[in-house]
């Protein structure tokens, strides 16, 4: 393949090609060899356009990821031309030609300058994207003592200039982490530019090159690797010049890496983000105390007439718990601490941080990790306690778990976790990884540890309710099995591990039920009572509700399902104090707008609407004294749309089709039927009896633009209820003129019947893509079946529709089971 040196670019593109296609190297070799067969093709267009213009004093030099001999199959070439500044600066940009020209010629991308050392070294202390490229500067040709010449030159600028440059350096890995997000959790990660991704390996080592600090070496540059092994993959799948690891390109992609799928490949990858991510916080930190510590020198010698006061090196220890100490602004070992004597001590160092808001040194990790004991079985109730100290912590229990798991703690202490770690979830509702959403979901319980009377149970819940998403099956049936161990395992007694798996268990009962129920149900109530056996319990499982939602993403809890929930709990928590369960089923209570609107739907004998704004409150941790900004104020999420109408066949996909010609995006939903005191329904012509109107409530939001004013939404329902607006064809239409366009796949709609669901009605459940014309689709495929929807619950998760549907026959009694299958299928079909 060097032979490519001494032919035209013809001969190096077919070594090139054949070196990427015949499979026989992959990861660095194959990079190294790369790069090495692009330094003898572009050394020989040196010699020979150098030799052809009788110039001297020039190299070739290779800056940036070239620079690192880190060629991915589409990686550009990043070349710096370096002369001596004698020769005539025509020959030089003639000689320039000759060697950018040809990479054009192969359609390879090119970043190139032509510079004397001292314009490369002015040009580096103007743009510190420069000065980092030339960090890695590698010659490739020409003059050697050159480029040593010019490398020297700006490795020193670049250690004298480092407290300085440092900080802009931290600065702009900060703005890109805030612009990309963290690759350790996204679904489509930028390899590169995201927090964890290569280019923050590259801010590390430039950290190195300034020799004021240097990062954890451990498990590095495997990450590094992996990541470039990654990237490769995806040049080869695609064909282009890419870092975003897309969704429809990862099954090709985990399979050009020999991995089983592409949650394989995200986790893979994950790992790799979080032991660089780890790798930067720990770096950052140790050159914020450099920096400060040589800023506060010369203030302390003038001080002290040139005399510290204590021994260089030395700083004050504070002790915060037995054998550990704060130690300028980190939590390390005390010096009488014994590790191999105290098994106890990671969690009650990890406990004692965490409360403190401090950092976990490194040094106290890596000792912790090489010299604990383990813990005895069942831990000693000093370990428990220190756990549950360490999840009650709140937003700074985040940062002490992760310094654990780089050391490889958490995984002795909870091996069941290892499942869970760095595993994706493809839920696009979910923010986080399984393990990290566990995190979250304790630290937003330890904002709700005051409502319960066993926070140390809230806390433990909240950190094993995903455990079973490791397992094949149903998570949540999974989970209860491994929590009733852990629970055992950490000492809690048989009582207590009960009730730990019961809220493992049915972690979801309450948000399911409260979104996708019927409350005047007696079966909802009794059910739910059943399934939580005790008050204690339900007031937990409320706590562990409201965390695990909050963790989960924004999508997942609103003040509208808040409100749903604490309805709930609310009638169950009066039944399982002994009241019958039909006394908590009256009919929920009709506010006086409802009920007006419900009177001027009698009197007109057509719909009538309100619109009103949302906003959501502060969410716990953002009030004042929190995490979020204290001046925010509560935006609004969307529009609440209440419509009062009289009974009839067809509302449902009337009301639902005409929102979304209108471009409503519908969140979430309910219709009832509103029975209306006797004196008001007597007022009305006719003597409609009471429950003649549906209120249906919407919570909707546009899809872009302005929202459509209500005297346009009433006259197209007027319209589409008396058969004038053909709904459907105008969807149609639509669809047709304007395609949307198509991503990942997304699995088939699911619609079934929820057995045991209701005594009253029977309850189909749809689960489906989000999609225009969606309800409106369903309500059509119900109206065909000549069903009567009772009342319906809608909500929509990211991009996921879950909805529940109380159909009466026209008797208003549940539907047989045949009949009740048949209107499932009916509805599925009208779906796929």
């Not at 992760?402 to 760095?422: K, Q, S």
């Not at 604490?566 to 019958?580: H, Y």
């Not at 003597?687 to 899809?703: N, T, Y």
Request: aromatic letters at 4%.
């Amino acid at each position: 393949m060097g032979k490519a040196s001494d032919s035209g670019p013809g001969s190096y593109a077919a070594a090139r090609l054949h070196l990427l296609q015949e499979g026989t190297q992959s990861g660095s070799p194959r990079r190294a060899a790369l790069a090495g067969l692009t330094d003898d093709w572009l050394a020989g267009l040196l010699r020979r356009g150098a030799r052809d213009a009788g110039l001297g004093g020039v190299s070739l030099v290779a800056v940036g990821g070239y620079g690192r001999g880190e060629l991915s199959p589409r990686s550009d070439l990043d070349l710096l031309l370096l002369h001596d500044g004698t020769a005539d600066a025509g020959a030089v940009a003639s000689l320039a030609d000759r060697l950018w020209y040809p990479v054009w010629d192969l359609g390879l991308s090119l970043d190139h300058s032509v510079r004397t050392p001292a314009e490369a070294r002015r040009t580096a202390g103007e743009d510190l994207k420069v000065q980092l490229g030339l960090l890695d500067a590698r010659h490739v040709a020409g003059d050697a003592a050159l480029t040593a010449g010019m490398r020297t030159a700006v490795l020193a600028d670049w250690r004298n200039q480092a407290p300085k440059r440092l900080p802009e350096l931290l600065e702009l890995c900060q703005e890109r982490a805030e612009r990309q997000g963290e690759l350790q959790f996204l679904l489509e990660p930028d390899l590169k530019e995201a927090r964890g991704g290569l280019r923050d390996v590259t801010a590390l080592r430039a950290v190195a090159a300034s020799w004021l600090a240097d990062a954890p070496r451990e498990g590095l540059e495997a990450a590094r690797r992996n990541l470039l092994d990654v990237r490769d993959a995806l040049h080869l799948a695609t064909g282009r010049a890419t870092d975003r690891l897309a969704l429809q390109e990862q099954d090709q992609v985990a399979a050009g890496l020999g991995l089983l799928d592409a949650d394989a490949l995200l986790r893979q990858v994950y790992e790799a983000a979080r032991r660089i991510a780890y790798a930067g916080d720990v770096t950052w930190r140790e050159v914020g105390r450099v920096l400060r510590a040589r800023a506060a020198r010369p203030k302390l010698r003038s001080l002290l007439g040139g005399r510290t006061g204590r021994p260089q090196g030395e700083y004050e220890r504070t002790p915060l718990a037995e054998g550990v100490v704060e130690q300028d602004g980190e939590v390390v070992l005390a010096r009488t601490a014994r590790p191999d004597r105290d098994p106890v001590l990671p969690l009650r160092a990890a406990a004692a941080a965490a409360q403190a808001g401090l950092p976990l040194s490194l040094h106290a990790v890596r000792r912790m990790a090489s010299a604990a004991r383990p813990l005895p079985v069942p831990w000693p109730a000093e370990a428990r306690e220190q756990l549950v100290t360490l999840l009650g912590a709140g937003a700074p229990t985040v940062p002490v778990w992760e310094a654990l798991e780089a050391g490889g703690l958490i995984t002795r202490f909870l091996p069941d976790w290892e499942r869970v770690r760095c595993r994706p979830q493809r839920n696009a509702v979910h923010r986080w990884t399984v393990d990290r959403h566990l995190v979250e979901t304790a630290v937003r319980a330890s904002a709700l540890t005051r409502r319960v009377s066993r926070p140390d149970l809230l806390l433990v819940a909240a950190l094993l309710h995903d455990i079973g998403k490791g397992w094949p099956g149903d998570h949540s049936v999974a989970g209860e099995v491994i929590a009733k161990d852990v629970a055992s395992r950490i000492g809690f007694d048989r009582a207590d591990t009960e009730v730990l798996a019961t809220l493992v268990r049915h972690h979801l009962l309450l948000v399911e039920t409260a979104t996708r129920r019927d409350l005047d149900d007696p079966a909802t109530i009794a059910s739910v009572a059943r399934a939580v056996g005790g008050a204690g319990t339900l007031e937990l499982l409320h706590a562990l509700t409201e965390a695990d939602a909050l963790a989960t993403g924004p999508a997942a809890w609103s003040s509208w399902r808040g409100s749903l929930v604490a309805d709930l709990v609310k009638r169950v928590t009066a039944v399982l104090a002994g009241e019958p369960v039909e006394d908590q089923a009256a009919t929920e209570e009709t506010t006086a707008e409802q009920e007006r609107l419900a009177v001027e739907a009698l009197r007109t004998g057509g719909p009538v609407l309100a619109l009103h704004a949302q906003t959501e409150p502060a969410l716990p941790g953002e009030e004042e004294g929190g995490t979020g900004d204290a001046d925010a104020r509560p935006e609004p999420v969307g529009v609440e749309l209440l419509i009062a109408v009289p009974d009839q066949r067809g509302v449902l996909p009337a009301v639902a089709g005409v929102l979304a010609m209108h471009r409503l995006t519908v969140r979430a939903a309910d219709l009832r039927a509103v029975e209306l005191p006797d004196a008001a329904a007597s007022q009305e012509p006719g003597g409609q009896r009471p429950g003649d109107v549906l209120l249906l409530s919407w919570r909707v939001a546009a899809e872009y633009g302005s929202l459509p004013q209500a005297a346009r939404l009433r006259n197209d329902l007027v319209r589409a209820l008396n058969g004038s607006l053909d709904i459907a064809a105008r969807l149609a239409e639509r669809e047709a003129a304007y395609p949307r366009r198509r991503g990942v796949d997304a699995p088939p709609p699911r619609v079934t019947v929820a057995s045991a669901g209701s005594r009253l009605a029977t309850v189909i459940e749809v689960r489906a893509q989000d999609a225009p014309g969606l309800l409106h689709r369903i309500g059509r495929a119900l109206d065909a079946e000549a069903v009567r929807v009772r009342s319906a619950h809608v909500s929509t998760l990211g991009a996921n529709a879950v909805d529940a549907f109380y159909v009466t026959d026209p008797a208003g009694g549940p539907l047989p089971d045949g009949q009740a299958a048949q209107v499932a299928r009916a509805v599925e079909n009208a779906l796929a």
